[in-house]
């Protein structure tokens, strides 16, 4: 009976052992290149190509307290259009950022349009910056 | 980020030597970064700058402690090579999560760039987007922001060491408690070590899972200022932490009823009788606080958040979609993957073999917040299936270590007494 008990409680922790285990710590020491450093970096903007670098170049361009309407490359909220407004936060931060799909009034709030892989012709808004990743459009009157 | 964590142990050895003057190293090291952060997040709250507390801190305390040996085991290099690769994991790039970008790390650089916590974006940010908490405490924004003031600027490459320093912690502590129990320590650190180590870098779960770890682990067989402390700590980082102050209460209402939440008696304050000498309460100079009073300890670290942001008019959602019709959410529940499925047998396992043994405070504590967390989901108004299947293994993660360690323990006290009753240590090549 003791000798039952004794294996499998040592059945119990090695179950454990192994459920617990994280490969990844361990692969890690092997994983860890430039490259994966590089893909953990953009993760959460695969989706979106130059989505990151775009921002970051908006936030270059802009000033801080100044409202930034989000262009509607994805015109609908949950197809693309929630997933590159709910990413300009963390990059714009300490800018206004706007959503214009479920509000569009907010253009006639809009400093700047924003517009990744787009270049729009918007009444009152001209093309003062443009990059690889897409234009900011500045309100002229 | 150097300066940051010299600051923390600045702050934290000598506030962990104020409350426990008798700690084994390694504890001493977990200990102290808890404290550490919490004062930073004090002194960050009160004067947004760390350096204050820390004036006062090395101005006030001289005390010296005592610290234990511990031996160390061939399993403790298997515990170093999994934190070392936590540690590339972490820092890898800068925080990825999306709860970062849209929260944690959203609220931290938008307080450094205003120069403290701007209470009008917190207000006016309430529906900005789903995953932005702006009632949430902001222990964790906090560090990053110390971070980024002691470096003088923005740069959230290596912020994932706060998250490694948190894992660490929870690691030496547990380290720490097992060497007083069982010749088994370092194999059952090693066990537990990577569900310390969160992956979500950049949201709170694995501070707050942490805290709470450490809290009940210090409060399990004793009554400790340093556990109350984390417990209130860990209702600073995440709401999950609240409720876990109150699941603590449970657990110490329902299994120590005799106590309840009085005061010790001499007894139990170590002052037992000549006869039946009992220990002083360990590393406190026999002073052992009452468990309400503890309860009071980490209620009072937690409320001021609460209150300045309720005065602030700084308020959270209003949920309530789900209670009415719960079906949805259970079934969500009920076809999630638990995940870890060999672990889960060999918890069954254990419980079955040890069922007496386990520490009925811990299983009540997690048992209850297991019941908070499944009222949070059935007061969400987000789609069910969506919510649970986005957070549920995250969420799950801030008790299973718990769990895990209540089972690991048992067992390997349980094999301990078999082993060492029956045979001499000799036959033992590892010292586990």
Same mark, same amino acid.
């Given at each position: ?5 004794? @294996? ?16 990844? =710590? ?28 775009? =921002? ?20 609908? @909220? ?11 936060? =963390? ?24 517009? @990744? ?25 | 980020? %150097? ?22 190293? %390694? &504890? ?27 004036? %006062? ?14 031996? /160390? ?33 959203? #609220? ?34 906090? /560090? ?41 320590? &370092? ?5 537990? &070590?990577? /569900? ?14 942490? !805290?709470?770890?450490?809290?009940? /682990? ?19 980082? #995440? ?6 102050? *109150? ?46 009073? !503890? ?44 995940? #870890? ?6 918890? !069954? ?12 405070? !811990? ?40 769990? *895990? ?28």
């Amino acid at each position: 009976m003791k000798n039952a008990t004794r @294996w499998a409680a040592v059945a119990a922790l090695a179950l454990i052992a192994a459920g617990a285990f994280e490969p990844l =710590y361990f692969r890690i020491y092997r994983l860890d290149t430039p490259a994966f450093r590089a893909m953990m970096a953009t993760r959460q903007y695969r989706m979106a190509p130059g989505l990151q670098r775009f =921002y970051g170049d908006v936030r270059a361009w802009t000033k801080p307290g100044e409202r930034i309407a989000i262009w509607p490359t994805f015109p609908k @909220w949950d197809e693309g259009y929630e997933y590159i407004y709910a990413r300009a936060f =963390y990059i714009l931060s300490s800018r206004e950022v706007l959503d214009v799909v479920r509000a569009p009034q907010n253009f006639s709030r809009a400093d700047v349009i924003a517009a @990744w892989h787009a270049a729009p012709e918007v009444p009152g808004f001209a093309i003062v910056q443009r990059s690889a990743d897409g234009t900011l459009l500045r309100r002229v009157r | 980020m %150097i300066l940051f964590f010299i600051v923390v142990f600045a702050l934290g050895v000598p506030a962990s030597l104020l409350i426990d003057r008798d700690r084994s190293w %390694i &504890a001493r090291v977990g200990e102290s970064w808890y404290l550490g952060a919490g004062l930073v997040w004090a002194s960050m709250m009160l004067f947004w700058s760390p350096f204050p507390l820390l004036v %006062i801190a090395l101005l006030l305390f001289r005390r010296r402690g005592t610290t234990h040996r511990l031996r /160390l085991s061939v399993f403790d290099l298997t515990t170093l090579i999994t934190i070392g690769g936590y540690a590339l994991f972490a820092t890898a790039a800068a925080p990825w999560e999306f709860d970062y970008l849209t929260d944690f790390g959203w #609220k931290a650089r938008t307080f450094f760039e205003r120069g403290g916590i701007d209470w009008t974006f917190l207000r006016t940010h309430v529906d900005a987007l789903p995953s932005f908490n702006p009632s949430y405490p902001v222990l964790l924004s906090s /560090l990053y922001d110390a971070v980024a003031l002691l470096s003088g600027e923005w740069n959230d490459r290596f912020l994932g060491l706060v998250h490694v320093a948190f894992g660490v912690a929870a690691i030496c502590v547990v380290r720490a408690e097992l060497a007083e129990e069982s010749r088994f320590a &370092a194999l059952g650190t090693a066990i537990i &070590a990577p /569900l310390l180590l969160s992956p979500w870098i950049g949201m709170g779960d694995g501070p707050v899972g942490s !805290l709470m770890f450490a809290a009940v /682990l210090r409060l399990r067989r004793e009554t400790s200022y340093a556990g109350a402390i984390f417990l209130g700590l860990a209702a600073c980082v #995440k709401q999950e932490g609240i409720a876990f102050v *109150v699941a603590v209460a449970i657990a110490m209402l329902v299994t120590r009823p005799s106590s309840g939440l009085r005061p010790p008696s001499p007894r139990e304050r170590g002052e037992g009788t000549p006869e039946t000498p009992l220990p002083a309460a360990r590393g406190e100079g026999g002073r052992r606080p009452g468990e309400g009073r !503890l309860l009071l300890i980490a209620a009072l670290i937690a409320v001021p958040w609460m209150i300045a942001a309720r005065l602030h008019g700084v308020t959270g959602r209003t949920f309530h979609a789900h209670i009415a019709d719960p079906r949805p959410l259970l079934g969500a529940i009920a076809h999630v993957s638990i995940g #870890k499925p060999l672990m889960w047998s060999g918890i !069954l396992l254990g419980a079955i073999l040890c069922w007496r043994a386990l520490d009925r405070f !811990l299983l009540v504590a997690v048992a209850a917040q297991f019941v908070f967390y499944v009222c949070a989901y059935l007061a969400s108004s987000y789609d069910a299936e969506w919510h649970v299947a986005h957070s549920w293994e995250r969420i799950l993660s801030q008790i299973t270590p718990i769990l *895990v360690f209540v089972i690991v323990s048992s067992l390997a006290k349980t094999l301990a007494r078999l082993y060492y009753s029956s045979s001499t240590s000799e036959q033992w090549p590892l010292h586990p």
